[in-house]
């Protein structure tokens, strides 16, 4: 298998999910940390094991899931002689996780949710809820809309105005997803941003077929405020949802990342 890679670090996938950020998620390490010494912990959309690699070097039991199964041969072929590694798994959010209810410690679902359509984004946090342990963790980081508007148009134009308040308007009228604008949208042609705005920064010595075939058909960018609703629709206990940096994407851009309980 060819795995591309930009010359900052992030590798295209294999299924049009766009890239393996070049470092993992900020919160990989709160995620590694939150192991309650009896289940594992799981990165659902692990791409090709960035954090579960991470967490296997420091011996914390560890589950990689995705739905396409090119990345998880990648993790066990990394992570391959590594004791505390428990195997790679298909899973798709949010209706066929094929996790045991009540069998994690920790989740960590990175640069996943923004593949999602609204009604899937509240399964999907509903099937992370019954995965984990009373009192287990979450940790979510997405595409947010002013990271996203930063990386699409960066001279913050009228068309990033346009985007912006879509947005907006959706979020006064009550949507619990108002991100789903983008790709309802005429502003934003997610083929021309990665095949346009990446291939002329960092993806320039790619071959513009593979940056075709990573582009998402479909992403959907988040709030903090919305994310953190989403959370307790599903019953979660959020802890945090902020937007920060994360230093992995190409150009740092920012994303929303939620920290949630089960509660006990
Ligand atoms: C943008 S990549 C992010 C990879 C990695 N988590 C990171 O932080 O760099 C998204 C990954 O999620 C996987 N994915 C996309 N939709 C998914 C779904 N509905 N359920 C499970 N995995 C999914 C993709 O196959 C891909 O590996």
Same mark, same amino acid.
């Given at each position: 298998m060819r795995i591309d890679r930009l010359s900052t670090g992030q590798a295209l996938t294999q299924n #049009?999910?766009?890239?393996?950020?070049?470092?993992?998620?900020?919160?990989?390490? %709160?995620?590694?940390?939150?192991?309650? #010494?009896?289940?594992?912990? &799981?990165?659902?959309?692990?791409?090709?094991?960035?954090? &579960?690699?991470?967490?296997?070097?420091?011996? &914390?039991?560890?589950?990689?899931?995705?739905?396409c199964e090119e990345h998880l041969e990648a993790v066990r072929?990394?992570?391959a002689g590594l004791p505390s590694f428990e195997g790679a798994r298909f899973g798709r959010l949010p209706d066929d996780l094929s996790l045991p209810a009540a069998s994690a410690s920790s989740i960590l679902v990175a640069e996943v949710l923004h593949f999602l359509n609204g009604p899937q984004c509240d399964r999907a946090l509903a099937a992370l809820h019954a995965t984990l342990v009373p009192g287990g963790?979450?940790? &979510?980081?997405?595409?947010?809309?002013?990271?996203?508007?930063?990386?699409?148009?960066?001279?913050?134009? %009228?068309? %990033?105005?346009?985007?912006?308040?879509?947005?907006?308007?959706?979020?006064?009228?009550?949507?619990?997803?108002?991100?789903?604008?983008?790709?309802?949208?005429?502003d934003v042609d997610l083929e021309q941003i990665y095949s346009g705005v990446l291939r002329e920064s960092v993806g320039a010595h790619l071959p513009p077929e593979a940056l075709r075939a990573a582009t998402p058909k479909y992403e959907v960018v988040h709030t903090a405020q919305h994310l953190r609703a989403g959370a307790e629709r599903a019953g979660l206990i959020v802890v945090s949802a902020v937007e920060t940096s994360h230093p992995g994407y190409p150009d740092g851009a920012d994303v929303v990342q939620l920290v949630a309980r089960r509660p006990l």
């Open positions: #049009g999910c766009g890239m393996q950020m070049a470092t993992a998620s900020p919160l990989a390490g %709160a995620w590694i940390d939150a192991y309650d #010494g009896h289940h594992p912990i &799981v990165d659902v959309g692990c791409a090709y094991g960035l954090a &579960v690699k991470e967490a296997a070097a420091r011996s &914390v039991p560890v589950l990689a899931i995705d739905c072929h990394t992570c963790l979450l940790f &979510v980081t997405a595409q947010s809309v002013e990271g996203f508007l930063k990386v699409v148009f960066p001279d913050g134009n %009228a068309e %990033a105005r346009r985007v912006r308040d879509g947005v907006a308007k959706r979020a006064a009228a009550g949507e619990r997803w108002p991100g789903t604008y983008v790709m309802e949208s005429e």
